[in-house]
Every structure is written in C-alpha cells, then in structure tokens.
C-alpha cells in the first residue's frame, strides 16, 4: 500500500461516564514508512457484517423484521452501516495506539439498533473501513498523503459489552419515536382509561389488540 498503513482492533469497552452510549475503540496503527506521522484526521465506516455468525430460533425470530423469514436471508442478510465516526492520531513513528469514539443510538428506528437488540449471546461481526488525511513531516517541511481506500480491521464485539453499554445509559428501559399526532392518541387512551404510567398504557392496548385477534 502506498502509504504503508495497517490497522487493527485491540479492543472495544463501553464508556461507563459517557453523556450518552458510547463505546471505545483502541487501536493499533502501523507505518511502515520510515517517515515521522505529524498527524492523522482519521475517519471510520463501522459495519456490521450479519452474514459472519449464526442464529439461534428465538435470534431469527427477532430479526424477521429486519431480513424477513429464513427462507429470504441468501438476498436479505447483507453487510449495512451501523455508523459513521472520526478522530485525529497524535504523531508518532513506526507504531501507536489511538482511541475511536463510536457513539451509538439505542433508536430502534436504526437497523443497527434493532439488529443488537435481537442478538442473545455471542459476537457481533464489525469490519471498520478506514479513510482520511495523513500529515507527515520530512526534510522539505509537511507533507500530505491519503490513507489508502483498502485499510480496513474486522473485530468481533462481544455482545455483552453493547448491552452493558445500554444497560448504563438505560436501565431497564428503551425509547421509541413516535410522531406528535400519534404520542397525543396515546395520551388521550391513557387519560380516559385512567392509566397510571406508558408501560401501563402500552400493555392494556396490547393486551385489547391480543383479545381481538384471538
């Protein structure tokens, strides 16, 4: 590659202290360039790769939203974006570490959240794309070089971590979005029925939607 550079994942931790979900990416970045890295703007394609691990029955229940049944997941179940994100590498030579902040969404309007909510256990598989800027400093004054199109690092994020991360910023719960005309009805259902709280609200119209279909 021309401009020497390789990257990998050494590890991924949900930030406990975070504003909002956040998880941390630490990674290893190789030059094999004999020339001095003032600095890298350093940008990053996360996805996910759904199509590298398998599924339990209850897993592939929770995703037919996503890909549909078992039978439509040859064409369905593709590599997607999950999210987009950058920083900037400190300089060095040869060989260093940085830290990827990768803030995540818990929308369940976002394919990536709702595909992290149906996984039980086991990895998720990320491959991150890498592009960028790289600043290097030789003889004749600063330089600029691009990173080059192919860098990229797969890593396999343990489920658990995702769910520690949400656990931290929602215990127990999780939001939706729903339009103003809609969010009004609902209040207007719980008014009426004298509703205590939303979960309330949301089991009683559940439960009515249940005695009707059966």
């Not at 020497?4 to 990416?25: C, I, K, N, R």
């Not at 830290?99 to 709702?114: I, K, M, N, Q, W």
């Not at 998720?124 to 400093?137: A, D, I, K």
């Amino acid at each position: 590659m021309s401009a020497g550079l390789e990257f990998s994942v050494l590890d991924m931790v949900a930030e406990p202290y975070a504003a909002a979900p956040q998880l941390t990416a630490r990674l290893r970045i190789e030059d094999s360039s004999s020339e001095p890295v003032h600095a890298i703007a350093l940008r990053c394609q996360v996805r996910i790769e759904p199509q590298r691990r398998p599924y339990d029955d209850p897993e592939s229940e929770a995703l037919r939203g996503l890909f549909g049944g078992r039978d439509r997941w040859a064409d369905t179940v593709r590599p997607f974006l999950w999210m987009q994100c950058n920083t900037t590498v400190q300089g060095f030579t040869g060989t260093t570490e940085a830290e990827l902040t990768l803030p995540c969404s818990y929308d369940f309007d976002v394919a990536g959240s709702r595909y992290l909510h149906a996984l039980g256990e086991g990895s998720v598989p990320l491959n991150l794309l890498f592009s960028g800027t790289v600043f290097t400093r030789g003889s004749t004054g600063f330089q600029v070089r691009q990173v080059p199109w192919d860098c990229e690092a797969r890593y396999l994020l343990p489920v658990q971590v995702w769910r520690r991360m949400i656990a931290l910023n929602f215990p127990n719960t999780g939001w939706i979005r729903l339009d103003h005309d809609v969010l009004a009805s609902l209040a207007d259902f719980r008014a009426r029925r004298g509703l205590i709280g939303w979960d309330e609200t949301v089991r009683t119209l559940l439960s009515e939607i249940s005695e009707v279909v059966t």
